[in-house]
């Protein structure tokens, strides 16, 4: 967005310096880009007086010049044709660079003759175009003083400031110059100048009738139009000719022009049709496709079905929102006018602009938003200044559709600045602020002005409070601290249960990944996944569409990666949410690892292994005792489909309290996830083990008893089908008091197994730890437990000891 200090003046009376209201966008949020000042160039130019002009000895169009400077008399070569005696001109020493023609000034000969310096015209000075001879200055400047004092007094245009700032898609009121006006006069910067409506004469009623299709008026809910009979197009005033070259724009006619400086003054895009060349009345519709259209840019486009287009009783007239058409465009000798001023809905100009490819100031403006209520306002200002400088009688206004109504309100909670932004500011001060920007307060309510759809929330107004206030002006404060004793702690169990799972995670070895909680649908079914509720609606690639349902989908393929470049043996974790379902109830922190690879480097002695499933189990009992879960918990099987189905299982408090799931990964998982085995995981449900009833911030009393632990082996003769963990539990199940463990450490099975214990049996060995606490266990005391370990395994098994 571009604009000059006088034309911001037009709206802000303020004495305010170019840098003080640079410093000052910049600090509101709308950031400066660019200051070109022409103070900057022309501050070391003088004036100077030509005293005598004599032709050149050896060249007919030139003359030498004696000039009088501040330095004294001066000789000159110039070959302007109103280079003469008597007139004051505009001094380039030597010395000094002149910007019009990139180059610095020095002294040098033309023709044999010296020349001590320049005179300027005013392309070399980038003030115009103009360059047919030197600058005459009128009145009677004094000879040695600025040439910018005498700019200042008699052509304040040409040293007018361009400020150029950045603007953020939620500030569409910016980009007019009112808007940014208004802003710098809420914060003190100036007064915001009143911008009245002007009443039109209307004086008959219009020969251009106008109406809305029904099934475009969600797009386009009202159009204003109003005829102008009479008018004389011609050059725009030399005012607004200067205000649209400086901001980069070419003048080409008052009735062209008009529609450009409302763009950019009110942020208010406008459209002119040349009345006579306008068949019957005008109708917004939307496309069938197919329609074509020469457009001002003197291209031609092709519609596509539902774009929305005006259209006369012949042919579409113009793109709505974006560009309107050559053939009822205004020129030098159009008489009659109709001026437009609509509502575009955001959505619709976006997107028939990026169809066509089109970027064009309208569509710029209406696709961030423009100002609904200002569109009647809006076409008045312009058929007010049509008639100013074009002349001409206005009809009665055309109206289609309503305005939409945006009004809204939200609870101003004055207190919130402190909770929110850590600012104190007087309430009073708060409620001027907003009013100053145009909301409306009503007691704790406060209505946003219609030119700002970007407040959607109470949470808006505190930020529009803090903004104008300046942020600088935060001051860092120490948070509050109880005046006696030990803080009381602010992290929840769960966030402890989190925090203590990554740190027990990391200490096994494993190194932490930060994948996207969003992956594609394929990977998404792979883990139970990819349903419809848990399908982004606007994702940011393909490759992103729904919400994950496992943390291994992004550990696999961030595995994947590291395998393509050479990294085979890696330990992965993260710990984070995943997705069962839209609800925010069906959502649930994992911790998760993969193992893939082998244990370590190859080396001579033969140590390194592939890794296995208990070594996901066994890391998956560590995160569980960290984060407080029980010792002893059940071995199932039953884990979900992408596990190998015989090599892993679940660790669970009951059937149905599944604490955490490992083994190895299925092997038609690890194939499409372009992962090359073994790999073994684990995933650990954080929350499902349960919290402790009394929060403590202490550890139980470690209790280790003095007396010896005994050991006893024992081997079973069980069916093939009878699984070890039947065993342990009932080996366990004996003494619940004095066994401490029990752990399988051999079996013998096959054909020699069968072969010496008979068909479909297996042998079994698991040795039992016994751990006194009161008195040393003597061997009436250990064969009694032996006894009913063998007793409990035969009832729970069916297996007998193996002589």
Request: with cysteine; glycine share 8%.
């Amino acid at each position: 967005m571009k604009f000059t200090l006088s034309w911001l003046k037009r709206h802000l009376e303020t004495d305010a310096s170019v840098e003080e209201i640079c410093y000052a966008l910049t600090d509101l949020g709308l950031e400066v880009e660019d200051v070109v000042n022409p103070m900057d160039t022309l501050g070391d130019f003088t004036v100077a007086y030509v005293k005598e002009a004599e032709k050149h000895p050896d060249a007919d169009k030139l003359r030498v010049c004696q000039v009088e400077t501040d330095d004294g008399m001066q000789q000159i070569i110039c070959g302007a044709p109103n280079a003469r005696a008597g007139i004051h001109v505009v001094l380039c020493k030597p010395g000094m660079y002149v910007p019009g023609i990139d180059t610095t000034i020095g002294v040098g000969k033309i023709r044999g003759v010296e020349s001590f310096g320049m005179m300027a015209s005013e392309r070399e000075l980038e003030l115009s175009d103009e360059h047919d001879g030197i600058i005459e200055l009128s009145g009677e400047p004094a000879v040695g003083s600025k040439f910018v004092d005498w700019l200042a007094a008699n052509a304040p245009e040409k040293i007018d400031p361009m400020i150029e700032i950045a603007i953020t898609p939620n500030r569409p009121d910016a980009l007019g110059v009112r808007g940014i006006a208004r802003d710098l006069a809420a914060r003190g910067l100036g007064t915001l100048l009143p911008c009245p409506t002007p009443t039109i004469d209307a004086k008959f009623a219009s020969d251009i009738g106008v109406r809305i299709d029904a099934d475009a008026l969600d797009d386009c809910p009202v159009f204003y139009g109003r005829l102008i009979k009479g008018v004389k197009n011609g050059p725009s005033p030399a005012w607004m000719q200067a205000a649209l070259k400086a901001i980069g724009l070419r003048p080409i006619s008052m009735l062209v022009d008009v529609t450009n400086y409302f763009t950019y003054d009110q942020n208010r895009p406008l459209h002119v049709f040349d009345a006579d060349k306008v068949n019957g009345n005008l109708r917004v519709h939307r496309a069938k496709g197919g329609e074509t259209l020469v457009a001002l840019d003197d291209k031609e486009y092709t519609l596509s079905e539902g774009m929305l287009a005006i259209s006369d009783d012949n042919a579409v007239e113009s793109i709505a929102g974006v560009m309107g058409g050559l053939e009822t465009g205004c020129t030098e000798d159009t008489v009659n006018v109709f001026v437009e001023s609509a509502y575009w809905t955001p959505i619709r100009v976006a997107q028939t602009g990026r169809m066509l490819k089109i970027n064009s100031d309208a569509r710029y403006r209406f696709e961030r938003g423009v100002d609904p209520a200002f569109t009647p306002d809006g076409l008045d200002h312009a058929v007010a200044m049509i008639q100013e400088y074009c002349g001409g009688e206005a009809s009665e206004v055309v109206v289609a559709g309503d305005v939409p109504d945006v009004s809204r309100q939200y609870k101003l909670d004055t207190d919130r600045v402190q909770s929110l932004v850590g600012m104190d500011i007087p309430a009073a001060t708060q409620v001027a602020t907003l009013e100053a920007l145009g909301f409306v307060v009503d007691g704790d309510q406060a209505t946003p002005p219609t030119w700002r759809p970007d407040v959607l929330g109470s949470a808006d107004l505190v930020e529009e409070v803090a903004r104008i206030a300046s942020l600088t002006k935060l001051v860092g404060v120490p948070m509050s601290r109880p005046e006696v004793g030990v803080a009381k702690p602010i992290l929840t169990p769960m966030q402890k249960r989190e925090a203590m799972a990554r740190r027990t995670v990391a200490a096994l070895g494993y190194n932490e990944c930060v994948t996207y909680s969003f992956i594609d649908k394929a990977s998404a079914e792979l883990f139970g996944g990819g349903s419809d509720a848990v399908m982004l609606g606007n994702p940011i690639s393909t490759d992103m569409s729904h919400m994950r349902p496992s943390l291994l989908p992004g550990l696999l393929a961030a595995a994947a990666r590291n395998q393509a470049r050479g990294f085979a043996d890696m330990a992965l974790f993260e710990v984070g949410p995943v997705f069962h379902g839209g609800e925010p109830e069906e959502q649930e922190v994992l911790a998760t690892g993969l193992l893939v690879g082998h244990t370590g480097p190859r080396d001579p002695h033969g140590a390194r292994r592939a890794v296995d499933t208990y070594d996901a189990k066994a890391d998956a009992e560590a995160v569980l005792s960290a984060i407080g879960a029980p010792e002893k918990l059940m071995v199932l099987r039953g884990a979900n489909n992408w596990w190998h189905p015989g090599r892993s299982g679940k660790l669970s408090l009951g059937p149905k309290n599944v604490l955490a799931g490992f083994g190895e990964i299925h092997p038609k998982v690890l194939k499409a996830m372009g992962v090359k085995g073994p790999a073994v995981a684990f995933a650990v449900h954080i929350a499902k083990p349960p919290f402790p009833k009394k929060s403590t911030s202490t550890r139980p009393a470690l209790q280790i008893s003095e007396l010896q632990a005994v050991d006893r082996d024992f081997a079973f003769v069980v069916d093939n089908e009878v699984e070890a963990l039947a065993l342990i539990n009932a080996a366990k199940g004996a003494d619940k008091a004095l066994i401490a463990d029990a752990s399988v450490f051999d079996q013998f099975t096959g054909e020699k197994a069968e072969a010496q214990m008979g068909e479909g049996k297996k042998s079994v060995a698991i040795t039992v730890r016994l751990q006194p606490k009161d008195a040393t266990l003597t061997d009436k005391d250990i064969e009694a437990v032996s006894a009913k370990i063998v007793d409990k395994v035969n009832k729970a098994t069916g297996g007998t000891l193996r002589s």
